[in-house]
């Protein structure tokens, strides 16, 4: 990569003698314009995980420091085994190969980092998830340790502080750790804990992304997404630059993960990342422009809620207008806080709103079964089948009931995993009335009145609004 950067003169934009310019100066778009060439090239040489660990960060300098910090140990796992490069011959002690060409071993070297980590917790006690391989659980008598990890970035869950910190010096003792101490940050987001419970924002993520677009001063929004403005593949003139829509929803992506309300809009803009138009680049924008007033906003997580788990199912048929194919909503409540959420275009065409709606409950119901996995490998028991709240009786019907068969018979096998749910009391069909329908929000661009009333029942707060 060094030798790769030297040669198209970009080595400045890693090894910091290249000097970022103020945003009101007139070099300012050709540095950012660069800058995202090198982060191009560094995110295409490192494997998928990687890439996604990295994605928030503004510049290749930050990147290119961190990749640094992860692999430079000398205890980092070989990946290539010289003496088979040189013929299979026994090399003699302390024998040293001169290359003749490089090894790219950071694709190979974060797979045998986690390996490696994960052997060592297994070797203490600790039980892998079934449902998270990342996600790492202990339980000793009254003493509960939980480790999640993230490439090399490591979080610690425990109501025993004497086990963390016999952990973190065991761990220290293997690895070279750095102890952040209690948990403020970790990738991007921000938390806040109180006795009331915890919230997480990214606030200083989204100051930054409105800050590189230039909209740090602009005019709030109410709404992410005009409910009068439908978006196609074919309107307006093409962008003459593509790749700085794609990034932009690249970060954008990212943001949503506490910022469910910009769930459908990023979603529906992402589908244009291909051949993005100029009615594309302005939707995106408009994104910016209501995070700019909800710069702050993020998900509550109380700590006396209950652990019975919701979901709201719902669908917008025949939505995209390019393929015709309907638009899937769901959102899952644990107690009164809101844990997942998706919205995504369905795989194929559905002949009914009926059998959209079906399809998004059997995506919903998926979730839970992965959730309710995740739960039990935490140790914590859903006796109670989790409810299902969706707006379509005919949905319901076909769910509870098998005899409907030619309404159901051209409908996909995998989508009947609702109702083999409900015989096995998982899950319990519940109709709701579309106005109370929370799901709706990831669905469709809505009116600013009706996706406020719904953003207030979903637990979000703005911390750092002072109203």
Same mark, same amino acid.
């Not at 309107?235 to 990034?247: A, E, F, I, V």
């Given at each position: 990569?060094?030798?790769? %950067?030297?040669?198209?003169?970009?080595?400045?934009?890693?090894?910091?003698?290249?000097d970022?310019?103020?945003?009101?100066?007139?070099?300012?778009?050709?540095?950012?314009?660069?800058?995202?060439?090198?982060?191009?090239?560094?995110?295409?040489?490192?494997?998928?995980d990687?890439?996604?660990?990295?994605?928030?960060?503004?510049?290749?300098r930050?990147?290119?420091?961190? @990749?640094?910090?992860?692999?430079? $140990?000398?205890n980092?796992?070989?990946?290539?085994?010289? $003496?088979?490069?040189v013929?299979?011959?026994?090399?003699?002690?302390?024998?040293?190969?001169?290359?003749?060409?490089?090894l790219?071993?950071?694709?190979?070297?974060?797979?045998?980092?986690?390996?490696?980590?994960?052997?060592?917790?297994?070797?203490?006690?600790?039980s892998?998830?079934?449902?998270?391989?990342?996600?790492?659980?202990?339980?000793?008598?009254?003493?509960?340790?939980?480790?999640?990890?993230?490439?090399?970035?490591?979080?610690?869950?425990?109501?025993?502080?004497?086990?963390?910190?016999?952990?973190?010096?065991?761990l220290?003792?293997?690895?070279?750790?750095?102890?952040?101490?209690?948990?403020?940050?970790?990738?991007?987001?921000?938390?806040?804990?109180?006795?009331?419970?915890?919230?997480?924002?990214?606030?200083n993520?989204?100051?930054? %992304?409105?800050?590189?677009?230039?909209?740090?001063?602009?005019?709030?929004?109410?709404?992410?997404m005009?409910?009068?403005?439908?978006?196609?593949?074919?309107?307006?003139?093409m962008?003459?630059?593509?790749?700085?829509?794609?990034?932009?929803?690249?970060r954008?992506?990212?943001?949503?993960?506490?910022?469910?309300?910009?769930?459908?809009?990023v979603?529906?803009?992402?589908?244009?990342?291909?051949?993005?138009?100029?009615?594309?680049?302005e939707?995106?924008?408009?994104?910016?422009?209501?995070?700019?007033?909800?710069?702050?906003?993020?998900?509550?997580?109380?700590?006396?809620?209950?652990?019975?788990?919701?979901?709201?199912?719902?669908?917008?048929?025949?939505?995209?207008?390019?393929?015709?194919?309907s638009?899937?909503?769901?959102?899952?409540? %644990?107690g $009164?806080?809101m844990?997942?959420?998706?919205?995504?275009?369905?795989?194929?065409?559905?002949?009914?709103?009926?059998?959209?709606?079906?399809?998004?409950?059997a995506a919903?119901?998926? $979730?839970?079964?992965? @959730?309710?996995?995740?739960?039990?490998?935490?140790?914590?028991?859903?006796?109670?089948?989790?409810?299902?709240?969706?707006?379509?009786?005919?949905?319901?019907?076909?769910?509870?009931?098998?005899?409907?068969?030619?309404?159901?018979?051209?409908?996909?096998?995998?989508?009947?995993?609702?109702?083999?749910?409900?015989?096995?009391? @998982?899950?319990?069909?519940?109709?709701?009335?579309?106005?109370?329908?929370?799901?709706d929000?990831?669905?469709?661009?809505?009116?600013?009145?009706?996706?406020h009333?719904?953003?207030?029942?979903?637990g979000?707060?703005?911390?750092?609004d002072s109203?």
């Amino acid at each position: 990569m060094i030798v790769a %950067l030297t040669a198209k003169n970009k080595l400045g934009f890693i090894d910091n003698s290249i000097d970022q310019p103020r945003p009101d100066d007139l070099l300012y778009g050709s540095w950012t314009r660069c800058n995202s060439m090198v982060i191009s090239w560094i995110l295409n040489s490192v494997s998928r995980d990687i890439a996604d660990s990295l994605m928030y960060m503004p510049t290749a300098r930050e990147m290119w420091i961190d @990749i640094h910090d992860r692999f430079h $140990e000398s205890n980092a796992p070989r990946v290539y085994q010289i $003496e088979d490069a040189v013929g299979g011959g026994s090399l003699p002690p302390q024998a040293v190969c001169k290359l003749h060409k490089s090894l790219y071993g950071l694709k190979q070297a974060s797979r045998q980092w986690f390996a490696k980590f994960s052997s060592t917790l297994l070797s203490i006690g600790f039980s892998q998830s079934h449902a998270d391989n990342s996600l790492f659980v202990k339980v000793r008598h009254d003493v509960v340790l939980v480790l999640l990890v993230y490439v090399d970035d490591i979080v610690i869950a425990t109501n025993d502080e004497g086990a963390a910190s016999e952990l973190k010096l065991f761990l220290d003792n293997k690895f070279k750790l750095k102890d952040l101490g209690k948990l403020k940050y970790f990738l991007g987001i921000e938390v806040a804990r109180s006795s009331r419970g915890i919230s997480i924002c990214q606030r200083n993520y989204a100051m930054n %992304l409105l800050t590189e677009a230039g909209l740090l001063g602009c005019k709030p929004r109410s709404t992410p997404m005009d409910a009068n403005i439908k978006l196609t593949q074919d309107d307006g003139d093409m962008l003459p630059d593509p790749s700085s829509y794609r990034r932009l929803i690249g970060r954008l992506l990212y943001l949503t993960v506490t910022r469910p309300d910009l769930a459908f809009a990023v979603n529906r803009l992402s589908q244009y990342v291909s051949k993005p138009r100029i009615p594309h680049i302005e939707a995106a924008l408009n994104i910016l422009r209501y995070v700019k007033g909800t710069v702050g906003q993020g998900l509550f997580y109380g700590s006396n809620s209950d652990l019975k788990i919701k979901f709201f199912s719902d669908a917008d048929w025949g939505a995209c207008l390019d393929t015709r194919r309907s638009v899937t909503g769901y959102c899952v409540f %644990l107690g $009164e806080s809101m844990i997942s959420w998706r919205a995504k275009k369905q795989h194929t065409v559905s002949r009914s709103s009926a059998e959209a709606e079906y399809r998004s409950m059997a995506a919903a119901t998926c $979730e839970i079964l992965w @959730i309710r996995s995740l739960l039990t490998d935490l140790g914590v028991t859903c006796d109670a089948p989790a409810t299902l709240f969706c707006d379509s009786q005919a949905a319901i019907h076909i769910a509870s009931n098998p005899v409907f068969h030619e309404r159901t018979k051209h409908i996909d096998i995998d989508c009947h995993v609702v109702r083999e749910r409900v015989q096995q009391g @998982i899950v319990k069909l519940m109709h709701v009335s579309s106005t109370q329908q929370l799901a709706d929000l990831f669905t469709k661009a809505l009116m600013a009145s009706r996706f406020h009333s719904l953003l207030s029942k979903m637990g979000m707060q703005n911390i750092h609004d002072s109203s």
